[in-house]
C-alpha cells in the first residue's frame, strides 16, 4: 500500500531534550515537506526537500533540522525543543518537485513540549 | 507571498442538503495550483478536489464542485448532498511550481441529521 507514515505518532517531552519524529514514504518520490498544524494558522511549512541530499527552509523553520541522506526518508529534529514546538506536525510527499503531482500526507505526530 | 484566506471558522449543514465552503487567495503567479484538504477528526489530510489555474472548467469529484473565478482569486467548495461522514476540518491551500502548500486557517463544517 502506498503510504506516507511517521513515528512516533504521539510524544510528549520537556525542554530541552532532543527528538527526532521519522517520516517514510514508500511511492520513490522526490519531494518530501515538513508542516506543522496549529489552530488558526493552517499548516505551515517547516522544511522541504527536493531530493536526495538537497533540502531547504520553509516558512517557518527555526528550531529544527532536517536530512535527507536516502530517498524514502526525511526526519524532523528538533535539536532542543520549547514549548512553543507544541504543535500537530505533517509529513509530505510528492512524487517530483514542480507544481503537477499532488502531495500524499501522514497521520500526523502530535507533540506536547512541557 | 501568497495568502490564503478562508473567512468562515465554522459552518453548519443539515444532512442531504447543500453548503459552499469560501476561500480568496493572493499571488501574483498566473500558473499554479489550487486544492481543498478535508481533515476528519482523525487529523488525516486527505485531499478533496485539485484545480489547474491554467483550466476554465471547474473541478468536480462525486459530490464536490468548485466555483474557481481566477480574476477574482476566489475558489469555493461546493459539498452537495451533505453526509454525516463530510464532518470536518477543510482547508483550501494553493500551490505554485514550487511545491510549497499555503493553506488556510480552515473552516469547521458540521453536518447535523
Known amino acids: 500500500e502506498a503510504q506516507v507514515t511517521q513515528n512516533p505518532r504521539y510524544l510528549i517531552t520537556v525542554t530541552g531534550k532532543k527528538l527526532t519524529v521519522t517520516c517514510s514514504q514508500n511511492m520513490n518520490h522526490e519531494y518530501m515537506s515538513w508542516y506543522r498544524q496549529d489552530p488558526g494558522l493552517g499548516l505551515r511549512q517547516i522544511y522541504y526537500?527536493?531530493?536526495?541530499?538537497?533540502?531547504d527552509k520553509g516558512d517557518v523553520p527555526e528550531g529544527y533540522k532536517v536530512s535527507r541522506k536516502e530517498k524514502r526518508n526525511f526526519p524532523l529534529i528538533l535539536e532542543s525543543p520549547s514549548p512553543n514546538q507544541t504543535s500537530l506536525y505533517f509529513c509530505a510527499s510528492s512524487l517530483r518537485f514542480g507544481g503537477a503531482t499532488s502531495q500524499y500526507f501522514g497521520p500526523g505526530t502530535r507533540l506536547l513540549v512541557l | 507571498a501568497q495568502t490564503v484566506t478562508q473567512s468562515q471558522p465554522e459552518m453548519s449543514v443539515q444532512e442531504a442538503e447543500t453548503v459552499t465552503l469560501s476561500c480568496t487567495y493572493d499571488t501574483s503567479e498566473s500558473n499554479y495550483y489550487l486544492f481543498w484538504y478535508k481533515q476528519p477528526p482523525s487529523r488525516q489530510m486527505i485531499l478533496v478536489i485539485r484545480?489547474?489555474?491554467?483550466?476554465?472548467q471547474n473541478a468536480t469529484e462525486n459530490r464536490f464542485s468548485v466555483n474557481f473565478q481566477k480574476a477574482a482569486k476566489s475558489f469555493s467548495l461546493k459539498i452537495s448532498d451533505s453526509q454525516l461522514g463530510d464532518t470536518a476540518m477543510y482547508f483550501c491551500a494553493f500551490m505554485d511550481y514550487g511545491n510549497k502548500l499555503v493553506f488556510g486557517a480552515g473552516t469547521i463544517l458540521r453536518v447535523k441529521s
Open positions: 526537500s527536493m531530493n536526495v541530499e538537497v533540502t
Open positions: 484545480q489547474e489555474a491554467y483550466k476554465q
